[in-house]
């Protein structure tokens, strides 16, 4: 293999040392014996003690949970749906409509979605707030379950026909299973997404209802927490560990080593 | 009745006409093939048969039934896919046993009859392979087996063998006409493999832009070309056209050109003026040195242009004096006779009235 110049590592090191080393800060300061995220002190699990303890702070990661599972779960169903609508009739306006949520600015998603709530009269709460993340969620399914089934011989699923299977069955035996992987990572995509999404819960939560970003964002209007760095070491290892999950689940999401040599 | 009726049918993909008016039929326990180019509609046709799609007009009718209202999953036929089709997230008893489970068959029953149908395309023990780890030749026995073990009322195969090697599809050939025979039930076979055609079907439909252009045994199809298509697509083959000087009900007279006058025994008279085309097998043309004795029916001198030596025969071009290319072909059936002629050498060529066929056009 050629040697590549220096200067393109020295690029590469300071890209990611920009990307990953405040997230190392946080992590580090999450274990660190002192009020302030100035020093270092000592070692200590004091922080996730007292966020065990936090009963706001619970409610808020039990609120965050709830509406992740129950938004992967809807958004996971709606957009397989939509992935496969996509890939059967190539109508044009379809995949704009499906995915423009994913590309509009959350800003916008989050105020719209507040007006028409209110003009719905619709109550605002974890109702509201997982409707909100379904409708953006539905997007990044489809797609990936769309390109799953790019990869997928449509022979198959007329074979399955020609077996005597109706067009429930023929999805259900055939279809289903083998898109089963991009439906499984579409999943844990919604449910990252909807467990981290801060802007568009911030216009949709309304007074009184906290997830665990509105709750975070809260504290660190004072200052930034050793507890605040806790919570965020912890969602960082659940979203690492998602990501994990879905990247083996679905080769074509990061291709692995196996898929670029033949 | 016959088993399938096909009446009229029609399929038009825009302005393009993939099937025009057909019309046939396949009688029970009949190896029947469409055969023809691609494109030429032989495979729209089959899946029109197993419901994958329908006739713009006509109808196709099974054991008398009109098939328009249903759905493939409905239809008793079963369709041999050229991809072989397999589930890959299912064993091959899985792939078996999955038109079973569809037809509600109860598992007690199913072992037994999966076990039958893997022992029809002779791959017992193989239950728990996945299609991955199978051959090309023994996923196509698994797709076999598959379409079955619910016992069809017709099998379709569309190109079956076109993904294989040569060796191997001669193999599958042999083994398809002993399954045929041994299972009895109709089989419709899509192919544009002329040899196959001929080697496996009892009836052959040669199709060309979406039209049957002969309907007819193997060895008529291959003897009695009744289209220049058909004798040209068919085998290799000599086409010598021209003007038809008379044509009287047993004698046709054409003036070839670049060849000159050929007589050919035929059956119908055709208006002097009208022209026609003499279609003539290379195997049936005598090549020699000298000339035969008597007086042949056609009689041309040449000089051999090139030649082709395949092993079992060679095949002569011999270019005549008027400026046409006759090909000919001989059997080297002495041993360590490679050739009889080499490039250049003057030959003479001839063949009966009989040994033609003749097509008015």
């Known amino acids: 293999m050629r040697r590549r110049p220096a200067w393109l590592w020295a690029a590469a090191i300071f890209a990611y040392a920009f990307l990953y080393v405040p997230l190392l800060i946080v992590v580090v300061y999450s274990f660190n014996d002192s009020r302030l995220n100035a020093e270092w002190v000592g070692f200590t699990f004091d922080w996730y003690r007292t966020l065990a303890s936090d009963d706001q702070m619970l409610k808020a990661a039990g609120n965050s949970l709830m509406i992740g599972i129950v938004v992967s779960f809807v958004s996971t169903v709606l957009g397989t749906m939509a992935g496969l609508a996509m890939h059967r009739y190539r109508l044009r306006l379809l995949p704009i409509l499906i995915v423009a949520p994913i590309a509009i600015p959350e800003i916008l998603m989050g105020v719209s979605l507040l007006i028409f709530f209110v003009l719905l009269n619709f109550t605002l709460g974890l109702v509201s707030v997982a409707l909100a993340h379904i409708a953006f969620c539905i997007g990044f399914v489809a797609i990936v379950v769309r390109a799953r089934l790019a990869g997928m011989d449509e022979t198959l699923t007329e074979a399955a026909r020609d077996c005597g299977a109706t067009p429930a069955s023929a999805f259900r035996y055939v279809t289903l299973p083998l898109i089963m992987p991009g439906v499984i990572a579409g999943a844990l995509m919604a449910f990252t997404l909807s467990i981290d999404d801060f802007v568009i819960t911030f216009f949709t939560a309304g007074a009184g209802t906290i997830t665990l970003p509105l709750q975070i964002y809260s504290m660190i209007k004072i200052s930034v927490t050793p507890e605040v760095n806790a919570v965020s070491t912890l969602l960082m290892l659940l979203t690492l560990l998602l990501i994990v999950v879905a990247a083996k689940l679905s080769p074509t999401l990061l291709p692995s080593e196996r898929e670029t040599t033949p | ?361």
């Open chain 2, 1 to 361: 009745m016959a088993l399938l009726d096909i009446q009229g049918v029609t399929r038009r993909f825009g302005d393009f006409t993939a099937v025009d008016n057909v019309s046939l039929a396949v009688e029970a326990g009949e190896f029947f093939t469409l055969l023809g180019p691609s494109g030429c509609g032989k495979t729209t046709l089959l899946r029109m048969i197993a419901g994958f799609d329908l006739p713009d007009a006509g109808r196709i009718l099974l054991n008398g039934e009109d098939l328009a209202d249903s759905p493939p999953e409905l239809r008793p036929v079963r369709t041999v896919f050229q991809s072989y089709a397999l589930f890959p997230h299912m064993s091959v008893e899985g792939n078996v046993a999955f038109p079973l489970q569809m037809a509600r068959v109860p598992s007690g029953e199913r072992k037994a009859r999966i076990e039958a149908a893997l022992e029809d395309v002779r791959l017992q023990g193989f239950n728990r392979r996945y299609p991955h780890e199978l051959s090309g030749g023994q996923k196509q026995r698994v797709a076999i087996a598959r379409a079955l073990v619910t016992h069809p009322t017709m099998l379709l195969l569309d190109e079956p063998l076109a993904a294989l090697d040569a060796k191997l599809r001669e193999d599958l050939s042999i083994e398809l006409i002993n399954l045929q025979k041994e299972v009895g039930i109709a089989f419709v076979y899509v192919t544009h493999d002329q040899t196959e055609a001929l080697a496996l079907s009892h009836r052959i439909a040669v199709m060309n832009r979406g039209r049957i252009e002969q309907l007819d045994e193997p060895s008529k199809i291959y003897g009695f070309p009744r289209t220049r298509f058909v004798a040209d697509f068919i085998g290799h083959c000599n086409l010598f056209s021209g003007p038809i000087r008379e044509a009287n009900g047993s004698l046709a007279l054409v003036d070839v050109d670049g060849l000159g006058p050929v007589r050919v025994a035929t059956a119908t008279s055709a208006a002097g003026g009208a022209r026609g085309t003499i279609a003539l097998r290379p195997e049936k043309i005598r090549i020699a040195a000298e000339a035969p004795s008597g007086t042949p029916d056609n009689h041309f001198h040449g000089a051999v242009r090139d030649l082709l030596y395949m092993g079992d025969v060679t095949v002569y071009r011999v270019a005549i004096e008027g400026g046409t290319i006759v090909e000919a072909l001989l059997a080297n059936s002495q041993s360590g006779r490679a050739k009889f002629f080499e490039v250049g050498d003057a030959v003479d060529v001839s063949w009966p009235v009989g040994a033609g066929h003749f097509i008015v056009e």
